[in-house]
């Protein structure tokens, strides 16, 4: 698992699975995860990705 | 921003929604004391924010309460081409972080739309008539209930999340696992804003 990385918050998650049941949001590196299974041969559609941010 | 080169790469929508990273922060702000003196060795998160192309200027002595300046990104998701959205996400972290300048300042805000290629007046009159308070409440109220606790984080097709201000091999993880395809020609990169 690559080291952590800067993210500000109380209680930030490392990547990885979530470790709260029925939490909608699987944490993820890519590699601890499995998004695999939803991946789809030749992809039409754009990946949504949505940064939720501050400006602090 | 490691996010914005995934989008340049690859065929990738890119959206932002807001999170108000410190309750605790009044209505007015407040001051700060600052953490470091120029002789203090580099943080791993000014590293990573010079290594990102935002410079973490020291002795910043003021931490301002951002609801307007997340109503401003929320009004300029709204009016804004993705390119535009993300140069004024570069000029409020440039303002903030390298010059210093408060983001409750109603005319930084606009400053930086007009400077974008925005409406700024529009945005002014949006600001002043709190129209984009409620959209920015339930965005936050949205980020909190799925469980949203540090920023940045980035939520790929709405389901899975990378935190932190991760390195690019981590996006290009996600994403081919999540079968992305890759842009025929790379979106160009825009330079460096200049100053408004």
Same mark, same amino acid.
């Given at each position: 698992?690559?080291?952590?990385?800067?993210?500000?918050?109380?209680?930030?998650?490392?990547?990885?699975?979530?470790?709260?049941?029925?939490?909608?949001?699987?944490?993820?590196?890519?590699?601890?995860?499995?998004?695999?299974?939803?991946?789809?041969?030749?992809?039409?559609?754009?990946?949504?990705?949505?940064?939720?941010?501050?400006?602090? | 921003?490691?996010?914005?080169?995934?989008?340049?790469?690859?065929?990738?929508?890119?959206?932002?929604?807001?999170?108000?990273?410190?309750?605790?922060?009044?209505?007015?702000?407040?001051?700060?004391?600052?953490?470091?003196?120029?002789?203090?060795?580099?943080?791993?998160?000014? /590293?990573?924010?010079?290594?990102?192309?935002?410079?973490?200027?020291?002795?910043?002595?003021?931490?301002?309460?951002?609801?307007? +300046?997340l109503?401003a990104g929320e009004?300029v998701?709204?009016?804004?081409?993705?390119?535009?959205?993300?140069?004024?996400?570069?000029?409020?972290?440039? +303002?903030?972080?390298?010059?210093?300048?408060? /983001?409750?300042?109603?005319?930084?805000?606009?400053?930086?739309?007009?400077?974008?290629?925005?409406?700024?007046?529009?945005?002014?009159?949006?600001?002043?008539?709190? &129209?984009?308070?409620?959209?920015?409440?339930?965005?936050?109220?949205?980020?909190?209930?799925?469980?949203?606790?540090?920023?940045?984080?980035?939520?790929?097709?709405?389901?899975? &999340?990378?935190?932190? &201000?991760?390195?690019?091999?981590?996006?290009?993880?996600?994403?081919?696992?999540?079968?992305?395809?890759?842009?025929?020609?790379?979106?160009?990169?825009?330079?460096?804003?200049?100053?408004?």
């Amino acid at each position: 698992m690559p080291a952590p990385h800067p993210a500000k918050g109380s209680h930030p998650r490392p990547a990885g699975p979530c470790p709260s049941p029925g939490a909608p949001l699987a944490y993820t590196d890519g590699m601890t995860n499995d998004p695999a299974s939803d991946a789809i041969e030749a992809r039409r559609e754009p990946v949504s990705i949505v940064v939720v941010s501050d400006f602090i | 921003m490691e996010v914005e080169r995934a989008y340049r790469e690859w065929d990738v929508v890119l959206e932002w929604a807001p999170f108000f990273l410190d309750p605790s922060i009044p209505p007015e702000g407040r001051t700060r004391t600052p953490t470091t003196t120029p002789d203090t060795p580099p943080s791993a998160m000014e /590293l990573r924010g010079e290594a990102l192309g935002i410079k973490f200027a020291r002795g910043r002595t003021f931490q301002p309460h951002t609801h307007r +300046a997340l109503e401003a990104g929320e009004w300029v998701s709204e009016h804004g081409n993705p390119e535009q959205v993300l140069e004024y996400h570069r000029r409020l972290f440039r +303002a903030h972080f390298t010059d210093h300048e408060s /983001l409750m300042d109603l005319d930084v805000l606009v400053r930086e739309a007009t400077a974008t290629g925005l409406d700024g007046a529009a945005l002014r009159a949006d600001l002043e008539s709190g &129209a984009l308070v409620e959209a920015v409440d339930e965005g936050i109220a949205q980020a909190n209930a799925i469980g949203v606790t540090a920023i940045p984080t980035f939520i790929f097709d709405g389901k899975y &999340a990378v935190v932190g &201000a991760q390195e690019y091999p981590t996006f290009v993880r996600v994403l081919e696992q999540l079968g992305a395809r890759r842009r025929e020609t790379p979106l160009p990169q825009p330079p460096e804003p200049s100053r408004a």
